[in-house]
């Protein structure tokens, strides 16, 4: 059974901190991995990573993909209280669109 | 102004009663889904189709039925046969086949049934 795994499941941090959130998989046939924001109602795109050790980044948020481990991790520095939202990993398969997601990571910042 | 809706925001029904949910893309998207958010469960996949007049299970399809008769319309039905009903429902949509495409979700619906 494919499984994607995220830890930890809750983080309270300070603003200013820098935060790291790991995604590990066991799927088959794994194409590329999706992080998603949830902050109250609509998940919305963060990044899509295929490819092993190519960091993408936009702003204080960067991810990176090993596909020898099977795993990734969002990092997010300088953290505001806007970044408290729940962080979904999720995996796409070859051979159809449908993504498996995690469980969440609930972050919370506190000023 | 391209997006997803979904209608209503929340939704209450008795038990026993089937009840649909409303899911617009207007970004030409080919595939769509539902999606079911329980607390401490994440998203899980209850159905999704890439094609008009085409469907697939996902995960947790029992008790909910779909139809998709235009692209742009995805509606999906809780049956008085899905045992757990009351949940946060999300539709997404993707340009889907040829992919990996990402997922834009709608804004959701709350079904809370009594």
């Known amino acids: 059974e494919d499984k994607v795994v995220q830890s930890p499941l809750s983080l309270v941090v300070h603003e200013g901190d820098t935060v790291t959130l790991n995604c590990s998989y066991e799927?088959?046939?794994?194409?590329?991995l999706l992080w998603y924001k949830q902050e109250k109602k609509a998940p919305t795109f963060l990044f899509m990573l295929?490819?092993?050790?190519i960091e993408k980044k936009s702003g204080r948020l960067s991810s990176i993909l090993d596909k020898k481990e099977l795993f990734s991790i969002l990092n997010i520095t300088a953290t505001q209280t806007g970044d408290s939202a729940i962080y979904l990993c999720?995996?796409?398969?070859?051979?159809?669109?449908?993504?498996?997601f995690g469980t969440g990571t609930r972050l919370t910042i506190i000023p | 102004d391209g997006g997803i809706t979904q209608s209503p925001k929340y939704l209450f029904r008795k038990e026993g009663q089937n009840v649909t949910l409303s899911c617009e893309q207007n970004l030409n998207h080919d595939a769509m889904y539902w999606y079911r958010q329980d607390p401490g469960q994440g998203l899980r996949l209850i159905y999704y189709s890439q094609i008009v007049n085409d469907f697939q299970k996902g995960d947790i399809a029992e008790g909910y039925s779909v139809s998709r008769e235009k692209k742009e319309s995805f509606p999906l039905t809780v049956t008085s046969a899905q045992k757990n009903p009351t949940a946060f429902y999300l539709c997404?949509?993707?340009?889907?086949?040829?992919?990996?495409?990402?997922?834009?979700f709608g804004p959701g619906t709350r079904l809370t049934v009594t």
């Open positions: 997404a949509s993707s340009e889907g086949l040829a992919g990996p495409y990402e997922q834009y």
């Open positions: 295929t490819s092993s050790g």
């Open positions: 799927v088959t046939n794994f194409r590329s």
């Open positions: 999720a995996v796409i398969l070859f051979g159809n669109e449908k993504l498996t």
